[in-house]
């Protein structure tokens, strides 16, 4: 659809008249995309246009939370290898916005699109795709036929997004049911008068870095009951043989020690199912364990990462 100036009024007045939440989620879904698009007007009284309608669209949608955006034309419009930056950037904070409010069944059902969204975006907005889809992980139907799930998840040609996912479940996984509420820990430096109180810093979770920890919290961190879920979540989709098991096999030592006992239990089976037939004595499975192992520690008051 293509929208000029008269047109854009016209959709404002749309958006603006709508009563209810239905019809405020019809003109969305209709026009939302589209508008989007226009930001890449050469006319700047049609930019200026734009942002007005969506700084509008935003305070509707800040206390209607149950309106469903097009999140699927959305993601289309951010894969799309034309779009400029401003076109990307502002349909990403419309996927963020929308994609928690569909159905669990829908959000799974978008799982393969948004891990191809993943694809050589920044850093800021892979951690946001893969923060929207650890939730819905849990909820994923994997076909049973190999071939056919590869096709539809598409990561045995893309090494780098596979390692961008596990690095972020890695994460996830280590990352404690209280890690959102920040424990001041005292640290004295060598230097320092025997006995004297250190300064107060807030040190990371144990084999997390303080960047780690921020980008797998998020700007809304799941609840301890929400973070079992997606850690469960995590550990279906390891196991589903979409990913080498001996790169996986790190990712089940550290669940199996989940202080939530469904967390560990399930990685614990999948220890147990692949244990035969992963060589431990793999210096790649070496020196990541030795890796988390380090973790974040504090020596002499100094902090490593």
């Given amino acids: 659809m293509h929208l000029n100036s008269g047109l854009i009024e016209r959709v404002f007045l749309r958006i603006g008249s709508a009563e209810t939440d239905d019809q405020l989620q019809t003109a969305l879904a209709k026009f939302l995309t589209p508008v989007i698009l226009k930001l890449n007007s050469g006319d700047e009284a049609v930019r200026k246009k734009v942002m007005e309608l969506l700084v509008h669209i935003n305070k509707r949608l800040k206390s209607l939370n149950k309106v469903q955006l097009p999140v699927e034309s959305l993601i289309t419009q951010y894969l799309d290898p034309s779009a400029s930056s401003i076109i990307t950037n502002f349909s990403i904070i419309y996927i963020r ?3 928690p409010r569909l159905e669990p069944a829908k959000q799974a059902e978008l799982v393969p699109l948004l891990i191809k969204c993943l694809d050589g975006k920044p850093n800021t907005q892979q951690d946001s795709i893969l923060h929207l889809m650890m939730p819905a992980l849990e909820h994923v139907k994997m076909p049973q036929d190999d071939k056919q799930k590869q096709q ?3 990561l045995t040609e893309k090494p780098l997004i596979v390692k961008v996912m596990l690095d972020y479940m890695m994460d996830i996984l280590l990352l404690p049911y209280n890690a959102h509420i920040s424990t001041p820990t005292q640290t004295r430096p060598s230097t320092a008068p025997a006995g004297g109180p250190g300064p107060t810093t807030t040190l990371p979770p144990p084999g997390l870095s303080e960047y ?4 797998v919290l998020g ?8 973070l079992e879920k997606a850690k469960i979540g995590v550990l279906k989709f390891l196991g589903s043989g979409l990913i080498e098991e001996k790169m996986v096999v790190c990712h089940y030592v550290i669940a199996s020690s989940d202080t939530r006992h469904s ?13 035969g037939s992963v060589d431990w004595n793999s210096l790649d499975i070496l020196n990541k364990l030795y890796t988390i192992f380090q973790g974040t520690i504090d020596i002499k008051g100094k902090v490593s990462q």
């Fill in 152 to 154: 539809i998840f598409g």
């Fill in 97 to 99: 916005m929308g994609y």
């Fill in 263 to 275: 967390v560990a239990t399930a990685a614990d089976l999948e220890l147990k199912r692949i244990t």
């Fill in 212 to 215: 780690s920890k921020r980008r």
């Fill in 219 to 226: 700007d809304s961190p799941l609840n301890p009951e929400a």
